[in-house]
């Protein structure tokens, strides 16, 4: 039994054909949620997380503007059936576009709202990846300030490369202009990195090339209200725990253009007293970093697919 559960929420990337259409099938709270979605988007998100028709297929789950409201629907059904238990999280957080679910899953947010903001926020980083053309990479095994300044050396003579994610021990994320990031991948290769692979996004997500969709972003904050969270909220930009709107309001809109502090946000939480993490959505991911951060003797649990929630149903956590 976890006495002061995390709740954790993927990012993108976790994404699959197929999400949530096991937990459409099997739980009506799921249906409700993700019918509301429908409506609520005016097209058919359902279909594009199905992979339903071929017209929405695979190509149009990865384009950012649905990716984002797909992976925090998929949160939300979860979110809805796991209501039937007694679990409460002690702490929350989510990775990049997570933190929206994590909030919404604490109460700061409604899940209307919650909908509209992802994607508005999808959008916007899309029309900036647009407007300069960005791209991503995985760097393994290689210590943090290394890839900060590899980073650094490129962009004093190159376009602008930056660390973006801070997922776990020897992994982090680089983000930046296209030329920038295929430079990186081979001065990391050549000074010892186990593995750099560039990773399938649309954009520099998490780097200066957002600064046009932070504008909007924050422009789309300032028209919803945030309410203080039933628990702690650990932000990507701090680490930090807050229960404080109008310091999460702000983070919202950082978190575009700096590096995700995820695995900071771990040590703290587990700092804090976490006995378990509960990973809410599509994927893994999310228990992995857990486990590279922790130790493997951390308790994680995934709760994502419907044979997953009716264990979780019949036996606790």
Known sequence: MMNKAVFLFPGQGSQYTGMAEDLYERFAEAREIIDQADRLMNFPLSEIMFGISEEESSAALN?????????????????????????????????????????????????????????????????????????????????????????????????????ANFNAPGQVVISGDASAIERAIQEMRTRGARRVAP??????????????????????????????????VYLNVTASATCDPEEIRQALVVQLTAPVQWSGLLRNMHAA???????????????????????????????????ELALILANGV
């Open 273 to 307: 007293g976490a006995d378990g993490y509960i990973e809410i959505g599509a994927g893994k991911v999310l228990c992995g970093l857990a486990r590279r951060t922790l130790g493997r003797d951390i308790k994680t649990i995934s709760a994502g697919k419907a044979d």
């Open 63 to 163: 384009r950012t503007d649905r990716t984002q409201p797909a992976l925090y629907v998929h949160s939300m059904a979860v979110m809805a059936i796991l209501r039937r238990t007694d679990l409460q999280a002690a702490m929350a957080a989510g990775h990049s576009l997570g933190e929206y679910s994590a909030l919404v899953a604490a109460g700061a947010l409604s899940f209307e709202d919650g909908l509209q903001l992802v994607r508005r926020r999808g959008e916007l980083m899309a029309n900036a990846d647009d407007e300069r053309p960005g791209a991503m990479a995985a760097v393994l095994g290689m210590e943090d300030d290394q890839v900060v300044r590899i980073c650094e050396e490129i962009s004093e003579t190159s376009d602008s490369v930056v660390a």
């Open 199 to 232: 990773l399938p996004v649309n954009g520099a997500f998490h780097s200066p090339l957002m600064e046009r969709a932070r504008e909007g972003l924050e422009r789309a904050l300032s028209g919803y209200t945030i309410r203080p969270p039933l628990c702690p």
